[in-house]
Each structure stands twice: as C-alpha cells, then as structure tokens.
C-alpha cells in the first residue's frame, strides 16, 4: 500500500510508519497542525513529500486536520482516497462533524463510547503502537522516581497540582529519593529537587529499564503512550484509578492504581514502590503490552480498517 500521513505525535508515527516500512509499504509523512519532534527520528525509507499518485489511505490523528485532507483530496482528485482517524484523546463536539468523512479508530473502549455519544459512530479500538523490542525488558533497577508527561503546567488534565504534591509529600517523607520529571517541561515549575529532563527515545528508554517506579497524574486523560512505553520496559507504574487504565492495569498484578485523587496514599504508595521493585509484576506488565500494542499488530490493525471496507 501507498500511506500518506498526516504527522500527530512523533514518538507514535515514527513507531507506526517503521512497522509499515518494514511489512512492505510505502509510506509518505506530510505535517499538519503538529510539528515534528527534533529527538525523534524519521525512520529511514520514509518520504517526507507528497506523493505524485493518489495514495491508498491517508492517516491523521487529530480531527481539525481532516479539513486540510478533505481540501488536499479535492485540489488533487484523490475523492475516493479513504481517511482514517486515530482518536488518541476524547472525541470532541467541535470536530464530531469532520468524523463523519473519515474511517475512526480510537485508542481505548473507553474513548470509544466516548466517540458514539458524540457523534453515534462506531469505532475500532486499537491500542497506540508500542516497540517492544526496543522497549525491553531489564532486571538491572535503581531506587529512582520518575514521573513523565509533557505540558504539566498549561495542560489541565496532566494533574500538575497532583504532581506538585506527590513530589512535595515524597521529598518531606524521605529526601534522599531521587525525583526525576521527564517530558517537555520547565525546571522553574517545579521545585528544585526535582530534575527536569527532555530526552531522546534513547534516553527515554534508558530511565524506563532503570527506574524502580514511573508514575503518572493525569487526571482525566486515555491511556498515555509513555505508560505503555513504560509497562513494556517492566516498570512498576502507577496512576491514578482511571476507567481507561483498567483496560491495561490490573491492580497489584500489572501495576497499581490509587484512589482519586489521594496524593498522600499516592506519595505513599510512590516511596514503597521505589524500595521493593515487582519483578514478576514488571513481566505481566509487558505482556499486556505485548498483546495489545505490539507495533506490527497495531499497524495490520490499521491496514484491516482499509481493507474491511475496500473488500
């Protein structure tokens, strides 16, 4: 298949267009309303063009791009050029009626429910791709905290009141508990005993297979691309109790998921963690991940959307 995509998250589309490179296809990235991430590479083989004939599918992940498509399709005579969406976040009221040009995929059960009260369309699940061979497992496990997440401070839902407190909590309990924040955040948000760090997949990977404990304060959000990163490193991560992490976290046997929104049982459970890793659960972590995000697995999950509907 010829692929043309419309660039979302770079650390998912460099993950999803390498699986459809390295099963056969061809794949085109063109850029959107998201820039593409510097630390994050595209695959080599990727055309980063428009291609000259029509292509099979086109891929995007937000729905205010599908304007742009449905106009690029029109300007290049690619009317029947299906357009498939992945809904990595809730479906909106603003772009529901956009959804209804597109194929709609969505990245939990629960998002799923979420697109037909919004639009009364139905929807694939299919989990965000994971690389779990380069995301591996490690036995070697430091006593080191991380939380990850981009945008604390200006996005809401990222639980950035919670984090603050859970750091403050944990650094008072026991000061000696290396604190690490990694994502695109400032270092003057936080307090000083926190380490802000932007790094590369690399780098990312690294604090994933070393850290005994990787949590998460979203308060509201799906299920995050870096937990399952995470899970499939063997990380013990926690979260809060979210319906959507249910879908991947079994309390106590993948992970463990604290009452909403208790940062002092959070703090708690945070300092425990760090001083006794779960090997065994860091391996049940993984294979959830393995089965329903594998990259190859979600990349065919994609083709059979097309496909279903072109046979």
């Known amino acids: 298949m010829n692929i043309l995509l419309i ?6 589309d460099a993950v999803l267009m390498q699986s459809w490179l390295e099963m056969g296809h061809t794949v085109y990235l063109q850029f ?5 991430n510097k630390l994050d590479k595209v695959p080599k ?13 086109i891929y995007c992940g937000k729905g205010r791009d599908v304007l742009r498509i449905l106009a690029l399709k029109i300007s290049r005579r690619w009317l029947g050029v299906p357009i498939l969406i992945h809904h990595r976040w809730y479906p909106s009221l603003v772009g529901a009626p956009l959804y209804y040009f597109a194929r709609n995929t969505t990245c939990c059960k629960v998002a799923q429910s979420a697109l037909y009260k919004v639009s009364l369309l139905n929807s694939k699940v299919v989990y965000c791709p994971v690389d779990t061979n380069f995301y591996g497992l490690s036995a070697k496990r430091s006593k080191m905290v991380v939380a990850i997440g981009n945008g604390f401070k200006e996005r809401s839902f990222m639980g950035y009141d919670k984090l603050l407190a859970i750091f403050r909590k944990i650094h008072v309990r026991d000061p000696k508990l290396k604190l690490i924040l990694i994502g695109n955040n400032r270092q003057e948000d936080f307090p000083k005993y926190v380490k802000c760090k932007f790094v590369s997949p690399e780098g990312l990977r690294s604090y994933m297979q070393k850290a005994s404990c990787i949590f998460f304060t979203t308060t509201k959000n799906l299920i995050m691309h870096s937990m399952l990163n995470s899970m499939s490193c063997g990380a013990n991560v926690i979260a809060f109790d979210l319906k959507p992490l249910h879908e991947v976290i079994t309390d106590r046997k993948t992970g463990y998921l604290v009452k909403n929104f208790d940062t002092t049982a959070f ?8 001083y006794h890793y779960n ?7 993984r294979k959830v991940v393995v089965k329903k995000c594998e990259n190859k697995l979600v990349a065919q999950q994609f083709l059979d959307v097309i496909t279903k509907h072109q046979n």
């Open 7 to 12: 660039c979302d998250h770079p650390p998912i």
């Open 32 to 36: 959107g309303s998201t820039p593409w």
């Open 45 to 57: 083989g990727v055309r980063i063009e428009m291609p000259r004939k029509k292509p099979d599918f």
């Open 267 to 274: 703090a708690s459970k945070v300092i425990k963690v760090a």
């Open 279 to 285: 090997a065994s659960m860091g391996e049940s972590a």
